[in-house]
């Protein structure tokens, strides 16, 4: 989509925009000092989900499938039916 955008494009773009540049560094700084523990809600709340209906789960568990470094987003959360 982008390969036939020119470099005067590109620039108009930047001197367009230069004024948020401030702000979406600080959005991004945001995300990424919040993802860890917005991820680590999700995936609590998705194992109290499971934990809430004994009647169709047997068992739950929260279990890392990787190394972290590869990826934040490392975990599973397992449930056995009953």
């Avoid at 620039?11 to 995300?31: G, I, N, P």
């Avoid at 990424?32 to 789960?57: M, N, Q, T, Y």
Wanted: proline share 2%; with cysteine.
């Amino acid at each position: 989509k982008m390969e036939n955008i020119t470099d005067e494009e590109i620039e108009d773009y930047a001197l367009r925009y230069e004024e948020l540049k401030k702000e979406l560094s600080v959005t991004w700084s945001l995300m990424a000092f919040s993802a860890g523990a917005v991820e680590s809600l999700i995936v609590v709340d998705r194992w109290l989900f499971l934990k809430e209906h004994p009647d169709l789960v047997g068992d739950c568990w929260v279990e890392a499938v990787f190394d972290y470094q590869q990826s934040p987003r490392n975990l599973v959360v397992v449930g056995i039916k009953r």
